[in-house]
């Protein structure tokens, strides 16, 4: 949660901002005013969760600052701290919904549980707000998505005969008893060659592209048409008891079903421009077992990998010949070398002769998905054994490793590898000539610049642009140090030197912006182990 103190009395402003332990408490101090103007100004910047406000300030008052927030966020708390206890505030509190009324002098405390039950309050209106707007959501929904989670645990194997017939007569579903039954799994091909009209981060809209075709395109067939967890389309092709006695044989049923995915697959490439491939599962005579027909035409569909794209490819109940995963020792070793420096031509070079040797030759998809494994498992202890953090170094390709068989073609494994590789040399390389950030060079930058001001982080992101908690991470990693204790010591080590060049004390507190000329003292004695009068009565000594 955030909080935003506002209080005209500067001593007790940094009391409660610097001394009571927020960050334990998981409360961040992201603004402070000592004016009802500059308050209003900085409450819409940050948006904080709690304001903790003084009545009587000068310009605006308190009330007016606490109206204006009312207005803009009716979400956010409100704490008054007063040194009156005058009925009439009172009673404009309770008007404006203020969560506590503190009296001056309140302790830290007392200040710290206001701001806690404050927190408590807001996390009650969210949930009860959430609640709300799900229990309507799913309302709207009701009908439609209970259906799909039917037939998503239908396919999961989840529910015995009995249940199949209990729940889908409950959601109006048409499961007649001693139908043949054969699912159908169809999913867009990777987009690995160049697109003139969808690119890989199109894939989700492809999907439900494909779903809406194959429910308009297959209206006239005994079928049902959903999505399922992957979001690939599922079609259970049902044939009834009656159709089944006027065909010659159970193959027929099986020659319509891959007949109308083949031609789903057509209409699919004339409308989208690109193609998709499907696994077909065998006939189930039970209800019950069209969880087993789903399973093989996933499988089936797993074997474009083998057999490329834009294909319908059948289950076959076959053992797969046995292969082995050949240890290539001194291939690995010059490809962790050339990784480990940045050598992008060197590292493609081995990936297609690693491809070559040991991908391309696969002729089943289990033994693609071991090879690929095998060389994945080598790229992520390169990037451990350098101790450089996963994400940065791979990027969005890192998704791949932690799922590799959602890579379902020979082409999509191999971009996936020259973009891990291209994306893991570039960062060597720009590790290399670039020890720090750019965005720790301007933050250093806006604190000389500003150094006789109250410099904070959250100004600080707010002129860059960038998130506040991402910029403390980054400025701790790169400097060893948050940021406000490295203004605090830049601003100490100023302060030793103006003093010791002569300066007074005064004006050396109001160059470095400290208003409070004891705060200041208290703050150059904790850091050097004297006070400013010390060092300065030192350097007067003849």
């Given at each position: 949660?955030?909080?935003?103190?506002?209080?005209?009395?500067?001593?007790?402003?940094?009391?409660?901002?610097?001394?009571?332990?927020?960050?334990?408490?998981?409360?961040?101090?992201?603004?402070?005013?000592?004016?009802?103007?500059?308050?209003?100004?900085?409450?819409?910047?940050?948006?904080?969760?709690?304001?903790?406000?003084?009545?009587?300030?000068?310009?605006?008052?308190?009330?007016?600052?606490?109206?204006?927030?009312?207005?803009?966020?009716?979400?956010?708390?409100?704490?008054?701290?007063?040194?009156?206890?005058?009925?009439?505030?009172?009673?404009?509190?309770?008007?404006?919904?203020?969560?506590?009324?503190?009296?001056?002098?309140?302790?830290?405390?007392?200040?710290?549980?206001?701001?806690?039950?404050?927190?408590?309050?807001?996390?009650?209106?969210?949930?009860?707000?959430?609640?709300?707007?799900?229990?309507?959501?799913?309302?709207?929904?009701?009908?439609?998505?209970?259906?799909?989670?039917?037939?998503?645990?239908?396919?999961?194997?989840?529910?015995?005969?009995?249940?199949?017939?209990?729940?889908?007569?409950?959601?109006?579903?048409?499961?007649?008893?001693?139908?043949?039954?054969?699912?159908?799994?169809?999913?867009?091909?990777?987009?690995?060659?160049?697109?003139?009209?969808?690119?890989?981060?199109?894939?989700?809209?492809?999907?439900?592209?494909?779903?809406?075709?194959?429910?308009?395109?297959?209206?006239?067939?005994?079928?049902?048409?959903?999505?399922?967890?992957?979001?690939?389309?599922?079609?259970?092709?049902?044939?009834?008891?009656?159709?089944?006695?006027?065909?010659?044989?159970?193959?027929?049923?099986?020659?319509?079903?891959?007949?109308?995915?083949?031609?789903?697959?057509?209409?699919?490439?004339?409308?989208?421009?690109?193609?998709?491939?499907?696994?077909?599962?065998?006939?189930?005579?039970?209800?019950?077992?069209?969880?087993?027909?789903?399973?093989?035409?996933?499988?089936?569909?797993?074997?474009?990998?083998?057999?490329?794209?834009?294909?319908?490819?059948?289950?076959?109940?076959?053992?797969?010949?046995?292969?082995?995963?050949?240890?290539?020792?001194?291939?690995?070793?010059?490809?962790?070398?050339?990784?480990?420096?940045?050598?992008?031509?060197?590292?493609?070079?081995?990936?297609?002769?690693?491809?070559?040797?040991?991908?391309?030759?696969?002729?089943?998809?289990?033994?693609?998905?071991?090879?690929?494994?095998?060389?994945?498992?080598?790229?992520?202890?390169?990037?451990?054994?350098?101790?450089?953090?996963?994400?940065?170094?791979?990027?969005?390709?890192?998704?791949?490793?932690?799922?590799?068989?959602?890579?379902?073609?020979?082409?999509?494994?191999?971009?996936?590898?020259?973009?891990?590789?291209?994306?893991?040399?570039?960062?060597?390389?720009?590790?290399?000539?670039?020890?720090?950030?750019?965005?720790?060079?301007?933050?250093?930058?806006?604190?000389?610049?500003?150094?006789?001001?109250?410099?904070?982080?959250?100004?600080?992101?707010?002129?860059?642009?960038?998130?506040?908690?991402?910029?403390?991470?980054?400025?701790?990693?790169?400097?060893?140090?948050?940021?406000?204790?490295?203004?605090?010591?830049?601003?100490?080590?100023?302060?030793?030197?103006?003093?010791?060049?002569?300066?007074?004390?005064?004006?050396?507190?109001?160059?470095?912006?400290?208003?409070?000329?004891?705060?200041?003292a208290k703050v150059f004695r904790k850091t050097w182990g004297v006070t400013p009068a010390e060092v300065k009565n030192k350097k007067a000594m003849p």
């Amino acid at each position: 949660m955030n909080l935003m103190i506002v209080e005209d009395e500067l001593r007790l402003l940094n009391n409660i901002a610097r001394n009571i332990p927020w960050e334990e408490h998981e409360i961040e101090v992201v603004a402070t005013a000592d004016n009802g103007v500059d308050a209003i100004k900085l409450f819409d910047q940050a948006k904080p969760n709690i304001v903790l406000l003084d009545i009587q300030m000068p310009d605006l008052d308190g009330l007016s600052v606490a109206r204006h927030i009312v207005e803009a966020d009716p979400l956010a708390k409100i704490i008054f701290l007063s040194g009156h206890d005058d009925f009439k505030y009172a009673q404009t509190a309770i008007e404006l919904q203020v969560v506590k009324y503190l009296l001056k002098p309140a302790g830290n405390e007392e200040v710290l549980q206001a701001v806690l039950e404050a927190r408590e309050k807001i996390r009650e209106d969210l949930d009860a707000k959430y609640n709300n707007e799900l229990v309507r959501k799913r309302w709207a929904e009701h009908l439609p998505r209970l259906q799909d989670l039917f037939f998503q645990n239908w396919l999961s194997g989840k529910y015995a005969e009995w249940e199949i017939e209990q729940r889908s007569r409950e959601l109006m579903i048409d499961l007649p008893t001693g139908a043949g039954w054969a699912v159908s799994v169809v999913d867009p091909d990777p987009l690995t060659a160049p697109n003139p009209r969808f690119s890989p981060e199109d894939m989700t809209l492809l999907q439900i592209s494909m779903l809406g075709i194959a429910k308009e395109f297959l209206a006239n067939v005994p079928c049902h048409i959903f999505s399922d967890d992957e979001g690939a389309t599922v079609i259970v092709f049902r044939d009834a008891p009656g159709e089944r006695e006027k065909r010659r044989s159970a193959g027929d049923f099986t020659a319509d079903v891959h007949q109308n995915t083949t031609r789903l697959l057509s209409v699919f490439k004339a409308y989208m421009k690109t193609s998709a491939s499907a696994g077909i599962g065998r006939v189930a005579d039970k209800r019950s077992n069209v969880s087993r027909s789903y399973l093989e035409a996933c499988q089936a569909l797993t074997e474009r990998v083998v057999h490329g794209h834009d294909i319908v490819v059948p289950y076959r109940d076959e053992p797969a010949p046995s292969h082995a995963v050949a240890a290539d020792v001194q291939l690995e070793k010059v490809l962790a070398h050339a990784l480990e420096s940045g050598q992008r031509e060197t590292a493609t070079a081995l990936i297609d002769e690693w491809l070559e040797t040991h991908v391309e030759r696969a002729n089943t998809s289990e033994a693609v998905y071991e090879n690929v494994l095998l060389l994945a498992s080598l790229i992520v202890r390169v990037v451990h054994f350098q101790g450089w953090p996963l994400q940065e170094a791979m990027g969005r390709h890192l998704a791949f490793f932690q799922q590799l068989r959602a890579l379902s073609t020979k082409e999509q494994t191999r971009h996936w590898l020259y973009g891990t590789v291209d994306h893991i040399c570039a960062y060597v390389n720009e590790r290399k000539s670039k020890s720090r950030h750019e965005l720790i060079e301007k933050m250093i930058g806006m604190v000389e610049a500003d150094i006789g001001q109250d410099i904070g982080l959250h100004e600080v992101a707010g002129k860059l642009y960038i998130n506040a908690s991402y910029l403390s991470r980054l400025f701790k990693q790169q400097m060893g140090q948050s940021f406000t204790a490295y203004v605090v010591e830049r601003k100490m080590k100023l302060a030793m030197q103006w003093l010791s060049d002569g300066m007074k004390v005064s004006d050396t507190a109001n160059m470095l912006g400290y208003r409070d000329f004891s705060y200041f003292a208290k703050v150059f004695r904790k850091t050097w182990g004297v006070t400013p009068a010390e060092v300065k009565n030192k350097k007067a000594m003849p």
